[in-house]
């Protein structure tokens, strides 16, 4: 563990999820530390700038990491925001791994390198467990859509029998409609762009989480399925496209959730062009000119070859003949039709337009 300057002299512990990956292995984000002991008053004064709104964290002069001074919190009110929180110099590091969520997040490492794991996490890392730490789980109710997303991350692990329990009894409380849904969001998009987003959507639907979440969803077998055989550069809107496509209120999800536009707008265009590829023939010109138009192809054409390759994912077709389609269309040279015609827009358009026919039923 690096020490410097700004940290010398104080008691600091690496936690959370930078220590759980490395003890699996995997790849480290960031890194969270948590100082014992200290005062707001001593960290500003040692160069931290305050960032954090319902509790001090604080923020390196160089590193930018964040630093949290340990904390207890007590609940108050409903939903996210509604505890109260004691961050004195005589809270300990358990107290402050005691208040988290899951086993797994809850071991600190120090300086030396030593692991602090009063509530069993390693354990649990080894067994292939997500765990919650106490009772005080219920508290929160976005643990249990963060729950979820663990559940995408580590596929292979198993939800305890007790935390599902907790889970079930917390849903059915009602809290969750508190939430804001810009936090609900920050959850759904991690756990979309995890290795098995499925997982995640299936601790939805058997904790009924799901129903206060986006009960517009209408998910099959087939999308779930889907989710899972994603390569890695599929885009977060090109993920939740796929989730919203058999909702016939993808509008109302969107902005329930609320979404960003780039999601929102693939969420739209998705079953449009599934429409036009399950349900007609390539080789009908017309259709296929009228299709690129409706999804803005010729200004966008990345979108449209993403979105090829989601449904793709969920159903074959040929997608190869699609690709040379499009290739042999984007090949014309607008150039070269502005030199011979002058550069009148609607007559470039038509000559454009009749162009990209003439190739397309030429290919036929």
Not at 78 to 105: A, K, M, P, S
Request: with cysteine.
């Amino acid at each position: 563990m690096y020490e410097d300057k700004f940290t010398h002299g104080l008691e600091i512990y690496a936690v959370g999820g930078s220590v759980r990956d490395s003890l699996c292995n995997l790849s480290i984000k960031d890194r969270d530390w948590v100082v014992v002991g200290s005062t707001p008053y001593e960290m500003e004064n040692r160069g931290f700038k305050i960032v954090g709104k319902n509790f001090p964290v604080f923020l390196h002069p160089i590193s930018r990491e964040e630093y949290a001074l340990a904390r207890k919190e007590k609940k108050v009110g409903l939903g996210y925001n509604g505890f109260e929180f004691y961050t004195g110099n005589d809270v300990t590091l358990e107290d402050d791994l005691r208040r988290r969520d899951l086993t797994i997040n809850a071991i600190a490492i120090n300086k030396e390198g030593e692991i602090i794991d009063p509530c069993g996490g390693v354990t649990d890392l080894n067994l292939g467990i997500l765990r919650h730490v106490g009772p005080a789980f219920v508290e929160d109710p976005l643990r249990v859509i963060r729950l979820a997303r663990f559940c995408a991350k580590f596929d292979t692990f198993q939800v305890a029998r007790d935390t599902i329990s907790l889970c079930c009894n917390l849903v059915n409380s009602g809290e969750i409609k508190y939430l804001r849904p810009e936090r609900i969001w920050k959850e759904l998009s991690s756990g979309l762009m995890e290795k098995s987003p499925a997982k995640m959507i299936d601790f939805m639907l058997k904790t009924k989480a799901i129903d206060y979440v986006a009960p517009e969803l209408n998910l099959n077998q087939s999308v779930k399925e889907a989710l899972n055989k994603f390569s890695v550069d599929i885009s977060l809107a090109g993920r939740y496209a796929l989730l919203c496509i058999n909702s016939n209120k993808i509008e109302d999800i969107g902005n329930k959730l609320k979404v960003p536009s780039s999601c929102k707008d693939y969420s739209k265009l998705l079953p449009l062009i599934a429409d036009n590829i399950f349900r007609s023939d390539v080789k009908d010109s017309r259709r296929v000119m009228n299709l690129l138009y409706k999804v803005d192809f010729f200004r966008r054409p990345n979108r449209f070859i993403e979105l090829l390759r989601v449904l793709y994912t969920l159903e074959r077709f040929d997608i190869d003949r699609w690709y040379y389609i499009l290739n042999n269309i984007v090949r014309i040279n607008i150039g070269s039709i502005i030199d011979v015609y002058g550069k009148a827009p609607l007559q470039i358009k038509n000559i454009l337009e009749k162009e990209r026919m003439r190739i397309l039923n030429e290919l036929d």
